[in-house]
């Protein structure tokens, strides 16, 4: 997807249908904690990766985890924010801790660009 500030309001919007689809109930906590983390990557993306005209936005849930991934063509590195630090970086890490998951920033293949990885441990009885 390009990364324009009408981005985030479309990438939001195709994690709401894969999550549906996904078999996620719509109104519970973990549905809401996965559209804000997708809403505040990309708008990150958008902010701050002015080396790359597009991102890439995927999620993909197995029988015990539910990955959101925002990859970008930006070089330039990235480091995750501490604790005591503010922004959306922190308040994505606070929700992937709610679910006992975690983020982390991989570099692309081939060396140019990056991928924030975001990680939720499914509760129990998520279908």
């Not at 005209?53 to 985890?65: F, I, K, S, W």
């Not at 539910?66 to 994505?92: E, F, K, Q």
């Amino acid at each position: 997807m390009p990364l324009v500030p009408g981005s985030v309001r479309a990438a939001r919007e195709r994690a709401e249908r894969s999550l549906v689809l996904f078999g996620l109930a719509a109104g519970s906590s973990l549905f809401g904690a996965v559209l804000l983390v997708v809403s505040e990557l990309v708008a990150n993306a958008v902010r701050h990766a002015r080396q790359s005209p597009d991102a890439e936005v995927t999620l993909t849930m197995t029988d015990h985890l539910l990955v959101v991934g925002v990859g970008d063509l930006d070089s330039r590195p990235m480091t995750l924010p501490h604790r005591s630090a503010g922004g959306g970086l922190r308040t994505v890490a606070e929700l992937a801790r709610v679910y006992g998951g975690d983020v982390r920033v991989e570099a692309a293949a081939g060396g140019r660009g990056k991928t924030v990885v975001v990680r939720f441990i499914l509760p129990a009885g998520t279908p």
